[in-house]
């Protein structure tokens, strides 16, 4: 089986790391780029877990042309990142390469394998001219939910804080031979990987919380335990949650718990800046559209109102502008 990795990142560097350590024949090969990656090319990739120290050698290289086609490339860039590469990562599909979607967020293929009046509807505010779904096909696509919490400490050096689970589904719903082959790969790297019939309730569920506690975070610099606890704050918190409830339940979607329980969830985590607001912080480009942007759009789709998430997103969006990161 062969594996490559776009974007060895924080949690590329920890799947990498894992499954390259495994006992198990799988070619792991990462796509990286900078300090990173020459750090990892001179000295291997450093993982951090479980107070161990572990140091894997899978093959590192900036250039996807070096590496040939693969049986699964899992991308685990922001989503933002993706369109940008997709020429890039051309040499690395074959015809019967999957795609696995590691990144937070609507994914540009979510309206492939839906029945109804939004089939194969494409997302411009995740997938810009439909570039993702041209050149990479939504039929190519795997599901992924990402739940660890991992960061670069420095160059080459990965440490895991929390989690092991990466949640797989196919759009389509059916649990297929692909699926299940990755899954059974990266459970014997020690992850918990179930395959799940409706991936899209799992995204979002995921994405509830972000939607709110990430823009939320980058515009007042609070940590989740005063986002979801403020009182203050909080008919803007269930404003957002609730509308984004409505929009995925006219898309079919079923939420496994209620909105009090999503965000006493998010509060027991404590006082964790999100990925937004840590990349406010580093100067990087926030992940607005994925989490927020693609929200609104798919409720004009459906026409649910919106007036939280529309009084949220220009803030936000103004925000990065203004710190170069939008």
């Given at each position: 089986m062969r594996i490559c990795i776009f974007g060895a990142g924080a949690i590329g560097?920890?799947?990498?790391?894992?499954?390259?350590?495994?006992?198990?024949?799988?070619?792991?090969?990462?796509?990286?780029?900078?300090?990173?990656?020459?750090?990892?090319?001179?000295?291997g990739l450093t993982l951090r877990i479980d107070g161990e120290t572990r140091v894997a050698h899978p093959r590192c290289?900036?250039?996807?042309?070096?590496?040939?086609?693969?049986?699964?490339?899992?991308?685990?860039?922001?989503?933002?990142?993706?369109?940008?590469?997709?020429?890039a990562m051309q040499p690395l599909l074959g015809p019967e390469t999957a795609v696995v979607?590691?990144?937070?967020?609507v994914p540009w293929w979510y309206f492939y394998g839906l029945d109804g009046p939004w089939a194969h509807r494409q997302l411009?505010?995740?997938?810009?001219?439909?570039?993702?779904?041209?050149?990479?096909?939504?039929?190519?696509?795997?599901?992924?939910?990402?739940?660890?919490?991992?960061?670069?400490?420095?160059?080459?050096?990965?440490?895991?804080?929390?989690?092991?689970?990466?949640?797989?589904?196919?759009?389509?719903?059916?649990?297929?031979?692909?699926?299940?082959?990755?899954?059974?790969?990266?459970?014997?790297?020690?992850?918990?990987?179930?395959?799940r019939s409706h991936i899209r309730n799992e995204i979002w569920i995921k994405l509830w919380g972000n939607l709110c506690f990430n823009p939320l975070s980058a515009l007042t610099h609070a940590t989740l335990d005063v986002l979801a606890t403020d009182p203050a704050l909080q008919p803007v918190v269930r404003g957002m949650m609730l509308e984004a409830?409505?929009?995925?339940?006219?898309?079919g979607v079923r939420f496994g718990m209620e909105v009090e329980k999503r965000i006493a969830g998010a509060a027991a985590v404590g006082a964790h800046k999100t990925s937004m607001l840590q990349d406010l912080e580093r100067g990087r480009p926030m992940e607005i559209d994925a989490l927020v942007t693609a929200v609104q759009e798919m409720g004009r789709l459906v026409n649910?109102?919106?007036?939280?998430?529309?009084?949220?997103?220009?803030?936000?969006?103004?925000?990065?502008?203004?710190a170069g990161c939008y």
């Open positions: 560097g920890y799947l990498g790391a894992q499954l390259a350590l495994s006992e198990q024949d799988v070619d792991v090969s990462l796509i990286a780029r900078g300090p990173h990656l020459a750090a990892m090319q001179a000295n290289t900036s250039d996807p042309a070096e590496l040939g086609p693969q049986d699964y490339v899992i991308i685990a860039l922001k989503a933002h990142s993706v369109p940008g590469v997709v020429d979607t590691a990144t937070n967020g411009e505010s995740v997938d810009p001219g439909g570039s993702q779904w041209q050149k990479i096909g939504p039929a190519r696509a795997i599901g992924c939910v990402v739940y660890p919490a991992c960061e670069v400490v420095e160059p080459g050096v990965v440490e895991h804080i929390e989690g092991n689970q990466f949640t797989l589904g196919e759009p389509t719903g059916e649990k297929s031979e692909r699926v299940q082959q990755l899954s059974a790969a990266l459970r014997t790297a020690g992850f918990k990987a179930p395959v409830q409505a929009i995925g339940e006219a898309l649910v109102p919106t007036p939280t998430i529309d009084t949220v997103l220009p803030l936000v969006q103004l925000r990065a502008r203004v």
